[in-house]
């Protein structure tokens, strides 16, 4: 298949950019002024001509390390979300004084994954960026590192990234490192070749990507899975150099720059979406052979029948993940009964329910609609 560059770019004006601790660091420590002006001027212009930005950044505990004196990043995570409280306030002054300079507004939006595993803190959320962004300020989202732990941690800014398109319905991701895409091999090595555009996200693809950084917690993998997952909305990723001067105008004027992802043809919708990445799982059904089958290959909702297992305790309307026998993952979905009651119906037939629960609400455990295959 042969796709045109600008049959995928073209009139996509809301944009989220993301800006990892690589390209943002400063030779000295802390943040690199000169990388924030330059990119707030460049969007400022591009404002001008219709387009709307939401940032996702990095940088707080750079500049914490600078405003303490510090050359190395600890591993306490104590330790770093101290850091992180001091240098946040630091980072958005970088960014609200280059904007500022253009006469636009920033927004600080902090966030952590506990705080979007609810749905209702997730529309409250999005419409808090709705708002910045009709007001005509610019969002700056950054994990709310000072009190987060691991357990709710999105553990970097590009998964985090993925999620603010759903949360804004954005139309392109753009993230921003300090190489020029995805190469065919490490870089580093001088043998790697640019892949100038991906059509879909396999197994070699994840190979070329490799694993973290040396620096963060991303690397190009974690890049990568955010392209995959953002794919899934129906849209475009480009991963491209920061420091290349007018960057994001040649993105925009889908001149060759990075790397494009192209969106998959069949998108999931934005509810569907926060099933399969934003929400918290709250227990596992393990399903027959069956079972798999008719989910995955026939896109039908999961029937009592096809269950053999039920780990966790769960209320009715909680989010479960969906495995096979092996215990791999296939799906995810909010369920229509309670753990206790699934164990009851699981493996007889639906016109036995209402025999075995003494009500009946339903013959589906998981409706096809509340339902989402893993990618």
Same mark, same amino acid.
């Given at each position: 298949?042969?796709?045109?560059?600008?049959?995928?770019?073209?009139?996509?004006?809301?944009?989220?950019?993301?800006?990892?601790?690589?390209?943002?660091?400063?030779?000295?420590?802390?943040?690199?002024?000169?990388?924030?002006?330059?990119?707030?001027? %460049?969007?400022?212009?591009?404002?001008?001509?219709?387009?709307?930005?939401?940032?996702?950044?990095?940088?707080?505990?750079?500049?914490?390390?600078? %405003?303490?004196?510090?050359?190395?990043?600890?591993?306490?995570?104590?330790?770093?979300?101290?850091?992180?409280?001091?240098?946040?306030?630091?980072?958005?002054?970088?960014?609200?004084?280059?904007?500022?300079?253009?006469?636009?507004?920033?927004?600080?939006?902090?966030?952590?994954?506990?705080?979007?595993?609810?749905?209702?803190?997730?529309?409250?959320?999005r419409n808090t960026l709705q708002a910045l962004l009709r007001?005509?300020?610019?969002?700056?989202?950054?994990?709310?590192?000072?009190?987060?732990?691991?357990?709710?941690?999105?553990?970097?800014?590009?998964?985090?990234?993925?999620?603010?398109?759903?949360?804004?319905?954005?139309?392109?991701?753009?993230?921003?490192?300090?190489?020029?895409?995805?190469?065919?091999?490490?870089?580093?090595?001088?043998?790697?070749?640019?892949?100038?555009?991906?059509?879909?996200?396999?197994?070699?693809?994840?190979?070329?990507?490799?694993?973290?950084?040396?620096?963060?917690?991303?690397?190009?993998?974690?890049?990568?899975?955010?392209?995959?997952?953002?794919?899934?909305?129906?849209?475009?990723?480009?991963?491209?150099?920061?420091?290349?001067?007018?960057?994001?105008?040649?993105?925009?004027?889908?001149?060759?720059?990075?790397?494009?992802?192209?969106?998959?043809?069949?998108?999931?919708?934005?509810?569907?979406?926060?099933?399969?990445?934003?929400?918290?799982?709250?227990?596992?059904?393990?399903?027959?052979?069956?079972?798999?089958?008719?989910?995955?290959?026939?896109?039908?909702?999961?029937?009592?029948?096809?269950?053999?297992?039920?780990?966790?305790?769960?209320?009715?309307?909680?989010?479960?993940?969906?495995?096979?026998?092996?215990?791999?993952?296939?799906?995810?979905?909010?369920?229509?009964?309670?753990?206790?009651?699934?164990?009851?119906?699981?493996?007889?037939?639906?016109?036995?329910?209402? %025999?075995?629960?003494?009500?009946?609400?339903?013959?589906?455990?998981?409706?096809?609609?509340?339902?989402?295959?893993?990618?």
């Amino acid at each position: 298949m042969t796709v045109a560059r600008d049959d995928v770019l073209r009139d996509r004006k809301s944009i989220i950019v993301k800006l990892g601790s690589m390209v943002l660091a400063g030779p000295e420590g802390g943040i690199d002024q000169v990388i924030i002006d330059t990119l707030a001027e %460049e969007m400022a212009d591009l404002v001008q001509k219709g387009y709307r930005f939401v940032i996702v950044s990095s940088g707080a505990i750079l500049m914490g390390l600078r %405003e303490m004196g510090q050359a190395t990043t600890p591993r306490a995570m104590k330790v770093k979300q101290a850091l992180a409280a001091i240098g946040q306030s630091k980072l958005m002054h970088a960014y609200d004084e280059a904007f500022s300079t253009h006469g636009i507004k920033v927004g600080q939006v902090l966030l952590t994954r506990e705080g979007l595993d609810d749905r209702k803190r997730f529309v409250n959320s999005r419409n808090t960026l709705q708002a910045l962004l009709r007001m005509g300020a610019i969002p700056v989202i950054n994990e709310n590192d000072s009190v987060a732990v691991e357990e709710i941690m999105f553990g970097d800014n590009d998964f985090l990234s993925s999620m603010v398109v759903n949360l804004t319905d954005a139309d392109l991701l753009v993230i921003l490192t300090d190489t020029a895409g995805l190469y065919d091999r490490d870089p580093r090595l001088g043998e790697g070749r640019l892949i100038e555009m991906v059509e879909l996200v396999d197994e070699k693809i994840l190979d070329a990507a490799g694993g973290p950084g040396d620096s963060g917690s991303g690397g190009m993998s974690s890049k990568v899975m955010a392209a995959k997952r953002t794919a899934r909305m129906g849209i475009p990723t480009v991963i491209a150099d920061g420091r290349t001067p007018g960057i994001l105008t040649r993105i925009l004027n889908a001149e060759p720059a990075g790397t494009l992802f192209l969106p998959a043809t069949e998108k999931l919708g934005s509810r569907k979406h926060w099933i399969a990445y934003s929400a918290g799982v709250s227990g596992t059904l393990v399903l027959d052979d069956g079972a798999v089958k008719a989910v995955v290959d026939g896109n039908k909702s999961l029937l009592p029948a096809g269950i053999k297992d039920v780990k966790g305790s769960f209320d009715q309307g909680g989010l479960v993940q969906c495995v096979d026998r092996s215990g791999r993952e296939v799906a995810r979905g909010f369920t229509s009964f309670s753990a206790d009651h699934i164990r009851l119906i699981m493996g007889k037939h639906s016109e036995e329910i209402r %025999e075995v629960l003494g009500f009946f609400p339903g013959e589906e455990v998981i409706h096809r609609d509340d339902l989402v295959l893993k990618e």
